[in-house]
């Protein structure tokens, strides 16, 4: 109980859907409750398949799997949502410059959580 599941969702597959919104939902419930694995690159395990297509268009993306108590960052970037975790040293150092921008705009605005 309390687990959440984050992911994103392409709208050219939501503009298929029209006419069978079921496949959007069959989508999201297998990528996030009952996903496939497919061998690594290196052959040596198992990872999670973390999209599906919905009628020929790659469309739901699943990104993790949070509990209602964690915190947790992620970044928009290269048409993909990212945990941090999985950001490259660039893509990283990016996000902690927008970070930092967004503290000091809240500084100088005097604004604080909850304002």
């Known amino acids: 109980m309390g687990q959440k ?6 709208e050219d597959g ?3 859907t029209k006419e069978k919104p079921e496949a959007l939902g069959e989508a999201v419930l297998k990528v996030c409750l ?12 198992l990872e999670r398949v973390w999209w599906r297509s919905v009628l020929g268009v790659s469309c739901v993306n699943w990104v993790d799997d949070v509990h209602q108590s964690d ?15 999985k950001l490259d040293d660039e893509d990283l ?16 605005e005097g604004k604080r959580q909850g304002d």
């Not at 599941?5 to 392409?10: A, G, N």
């Not at 009952?34 to 395990?45: E, I, L, V």
């Not at 960052?73 to 993909?80: A, T």
Request: hydrophobic letters at 40%.
């Open 71 to 85: 915190i947790r960052l992620y970044l928009w970037g290269g048409n993909c949502l990212r945990p941090i975790r």
């Open 5 to 10: 599941h984050i992911l994103w969702v392409i």
């Open 34 to 45: 009952n996903p496939d694995f497919a061998p690594t690159p290196d052959g040596q395990g």
């Open 14 to 16: 939501i503009s298929r």
């Open 93 to 108: 150092e990016q996000a902690a410059a927008l970070l930092q921008e967004e503290i000091e705009r809240r500084a100088k």
